[in-house]
C-alpha cells in the first residue's frame, strides 16, 4: 500500500518479488517460503531510480533504505488477514520483535542511510509522506528507538 502511495506519486516503484524469480533456488516447505540466492540477486541487481520495496530489499545497493516497522501484533492480524499459516505468522512475529530486519540493515549500512518507520496504525499517505521526507533529506535518519521485545512469547 505503501509502495503504491509513492507510485501514485509520481515515484519509481519496484516490487522485490517482481525481480527474483531468476534467483530462486528451491522451496523451504517447513517455513512456506522461497529460498533465494541472495548474493547473486544483489550482485545482479541493476540500481533504480526511486524505490525498492519487500522485506528482502536491505540487501540490495542503495543510496537511502526504510525499514518499515509494525508492532508485533498488529503484523499478526495483517498475516492472518492474507491467509499466511499459523507457523509463519509467528515467525514473522517474533522476527519484528527481534527486529530481525533493522539489525540486517544497520550490520551493512551507514547509520547515515537508515531511517526506522514504525507503521502501526498510520495510513499509507501518511507513512509515504514520512519516507518521501528523508528521501529528500527533509528528515535525518534515525533508528533504534522501538523495543517490541515484550511481543516475544517465552516457551
Same mark, same amino acid.
Given at each position: 500500500m505503501i509502495?503504491?502511495?509513492?507510485?501514485?506519486?509520481?515515484?519509481?516503484?519496484?516490487? %522485490?518479488?517482481?525481480?527474483?524469480?531468476?534467483?530462486?533456488?528451491?522451496?523451504?516447505?517447513?517455513?512456506?517460503? %522461497?529460498?533465494?540466492?541472495?548474493?547473486?540477486?544483489?550482485?545482479?541487481?541493476?540500481?533504480?531510480?526511486?524505490?525498492?520495496?519487500?522485506?528482502?530489499?536491505?540487501?540490495?545497493?542503495?543510496?537511502?533504505?526504510?525499514?518499515?516497522?509494525?508492532?508485533?501484533?498488529?503484523?499478526?492480524?495483517r498475516l492472518a488477514q492474507r491467509k499466511y499459516r499459523p507457523a509463519k505468522i509467528k515467525e514473522n512475529a517474533e522476527a519484528e520483535a527481534l527486529d530481525v530486519c533493522l539489525i540486517e540493515t544497520v550490520e551493512e549500512f551507514d547509520p547515515k542511510q537508515i531511517f526506522e518507520l514504525d507503521t502501526t496504525g498510520r495510513d499509507a499517505a501518511w507513512c509515504a509522506d514520512k519516507i518521501e521526507g528523508f528521501f529528500k533529506g527533509e528528515l535525518a535518519a534515525d533508528f533504534g528507538h522501538i523495543d517490541w521485545s515484550a511481543f516475544l512469547e517465552v516457551n
Open positions: 509502495g503504491e502511495e509513492l507510485a501514485r506519486r509520481g515515484y519509481s516503484v519496484v516490487h %522485490q518479488a517482481a525481480t527474483v524469480a531468476p534467483y530462486v533456488d528451491g522451496d523451504d516447505e517447513e517455513r512456506d517460503v %522461497q529460498v533465494i540466492d541472495v548474493d547473486r540477486w544483489a550482485a545482479e541487481f541493476i540500481p533504480v531510480e526511486g524505490f525498492v520495496e519487500g522485506h528482502m530489499a536491505h540487501y540490495l545497493p542503495c543510496d537511502k533504505i526504510v525499514v518499515l516497522r509494525c508492532r508485533p501484533d498488529e503484523l499478526k492480524k
